[in-house]
């Protein structure tokens, strides 16, 4: 459901914008780690 929604928002947002969110993660498409904030 959000597995698209999460790609593209990440994929559009630049991973420096938002550093605490997203560490070092391989690829947000789980959605688990994107929702877990």
Do not use: H, T
Request: charged residues 25%; positive net charge; contains cysteine.
């Amino acid at each position: 459901m959000f597995q698209p929604l999460l790609d593209a928002f990440i994929e559009s947002a630049p991973i420096k914008k938002m550093p605490l969110s997203y560490p070092p993660p391989p690829k947000n498409r789980c959605g688990e780690l994107v929702g877990r904030r």
